[in-house]
Nanobody, 124 residues
Framework: QVHMVESGGGLVQAGGSLRLSCAAS????????MGWFREAPGKPREFVAA????????YYPESVKGRFIISRDTAKDTLYLQMNSLKPEDTAVYYC?????????????????WGLGIQVTVSS
């Protein structure tokens, strides 16, 4: 059974940094792209970052580009999200995801492998 477990969230002041981790187990994700999404109260879940299988390509929405960096350690099946220059509007529950079928650009839906999410709160 696949498990995706996020860690590293918490409370940080605006302008600060956090690094999220996502440990995957019960499956091998060495050959698939992976990503991060977030969901703020009252808003739909939104895409944050994606990285391909060999880390040669990544992409971000404009809202986080230049501030967030996605990376992965394939040997450890672990995904990371370095978040810098955090803003109050980055406050959300952050989720990592791996697709059941490899796709690039990342294409995921409810039936793919999602973590339970981790809270990130940025105070002003």
């Amino acid at each position: 059974q696949v498990h995706m477990v996020e860690s590293g969230g918490g409370l940080v002041q605006a302008g600060g940094s956090l690094r999220l981790s996502c440990a995957a187990s019960g499956g091998s994700f060495k050959n698939v792209g992976m990503g991060w999404f977030r969901e703020a109260p009252g808003k739909p879940r939104e895409f944050v970052a994606a990285i391909n299988w060999d880390s040669s390509s990544s992409y971000y929405p404009e809202s986080v580009k230049g501030r967030f960096i996605i990376s992965r350690d394939t040997a450890k099946d672990t995904l990371y999200l370095q978040m810098n220059s955090l803003k109050p509007e980055d406050t959300a529950v952050y989720y990592c995801v791996a697709p059941r079928k490899s796709s690039w650009p990342l294409n995921v839906g409810p039936s793919d492998y999602w973590g339970l999410g981790i809270q990130v709160t940025v105070s002003s």
